[in-house]
């Protein structure tokens, strides 16, 4: 298994530009996130899913729109880049599981810089 | 909404020794679950560990245990034995049993590990 992948690694906008992360999972996970990370900080929630065509606004949504159409694969569009959005961003994924247990998978995070 | 709390912006200690990074919570929920999260300069999110709400038995992970005091809403992370490897940012985590894929953090620990 990949596990959670995220494309690109590195990604430089200008304002006002738009674009789209991407992240898939081959683990048939149920539950999707996107969280940012600010320098210094911990993660916050951006949006997530709790299966294909079921997707909630977390803690910081604004700016940011996802669809999540397949199990695999959850994107994450910016659709007017701000200086504000310039992050680490991360994508995961989790399952409940037969005990009920919890975990959640991270990819390795796109860097994003908005000038 | 759930806030997590992590004191200790910057711990240090030396190799082999035990340190206890610190973290409380505030929620009005009764089932939920708790995780720290690594963070090596790598950034890759890894899990250290996790406590389920309901269990009054702390976990343990080899050299890594909690102590959970659920009155108090504290989740402390003690680390036995530290190793070099052990450098990283720690991060305190969140999870309403009915949510999954919803993690609310603290704003993590740098911990130096010191040869």
């Known amino acids: 298994n990949a596990g959670v992948t995220q494309t690109p690694k590195f990604q430089v906008l200008k304002t006002g530009q738009s674009m789209t992360l991407q992240c898939a999972q081959d683990m048939n996970h149920e539950y999707m996130s996107w969280y940012r990370q600010d320098p210094g900080m911990g993660l916050r929630l951006i949006h997530y899913?709790?299966?294909?065509?079921?997707?909630d606004q977390g803690e910081v949504p604004n700016g940011y729109n996802v669809s999540r159409s397949t199990t695999e694969d959850f994107p994450l569009r910016l659709l007017s880049a701000a200086p504000s959005q310039t992050s680490v961003y991360f994508c995961?994924?989790?399952?409940?599981?037969?005990?009920?247990?919890?975990?959640?998978?991270f990819g390795p995070g796109t860097r994003l810089t908005v000038l | 909404a759930q806030t997590v709390t992590q004191s200790q912006p910057e711990m240090s200690v030396q190799e082999a020794e035990t340190v206890t990074l610190s973290c409380t919570y505030d929620t009005s929920e009764n089932n939920y679950y708790l995780f720290w999260y690594k963070q090596p300069p790598s950034r890759q999110m890894i899990l250290v560990i996790r406590?389920?709400?309901?269990?009054?038995q702390n976990a343990t992970e080899n050299r890594f245990s909690v102590n959970f005091q659920k009155a108090a809403k504290s989740f402390s992370l003690k680390i036995s034995d530290s190793q070099l490897g052990d450098t990283a940012m720690y991060f305190c985590a969140f999870m309403k049993h009915s949510r999954g894929g919803m993690l609310t953090f603290g704003g993590g620990t740098r911990l130096m590990v010191k040869p």
């Open positions: 995961a994924s989790s399952f409940t599981g037969t005990s009920g247990r919890h975990e959640q998978f």
């Open positions: 899913s709790v299966g294909a065509g079921i997707t």
């Open positions: 406590q389920e709400a309901y269990k009054q």
